[in-house]
Nanobody
């Protein structure tokens, strides 16, 4: 049974870079046709798809975030990573890792504040 667990710093200062980790257990991130996404939800707003990494390592990004967002992986540890640069308070949100949009981690809260 696939399980996802997000982890990250919690509090980040404006202009800094955010780094989040999604630890995947119960399944390999390189299994054919699997893909992994990052989604966030800001206070009072809907869900925002940030990007995805597929089983073959190919990546796809929300065009509105593409310049600041990078998704990568460590296949030896079964981790998927999200990096986001130039943070502002508007990036304050709950960040989720998902497997094919069908299975979600519990999320990790990120607050951008000085």
């Amino acid at each position: 049974q696939v399980q996802l667990q997000e982890s990250g710093p919690g509090l980040v200062k404006p202009s800094q870079t955010l780094s989040l980790t999604c630890t995947v257990s119960g399944g390999s991130i390189t299994t054919h046709y699997y893909y992994w996404t990052w989604i966030r939800q800001s206070p009072g707003k809907g869900l925002e798809w940030m990007g995805a990494i597929h089983y073959d390592g190919s990546t796809y990004y929300n065009p509105s975030l593409a310049g600041r967002t990078s998704i990568s992986r460590d296949t030896s540890k079964n981790h998927v990573f999200l990096q986001m640069t130039s943070l502002t308070p508007e990036d304050t949100a709950m960040y989720y890792c998902t497997w094919a949009m069908s299975l979600w981690g519990q999320g990790t809260q990120v607050t951008v504040s000085s």
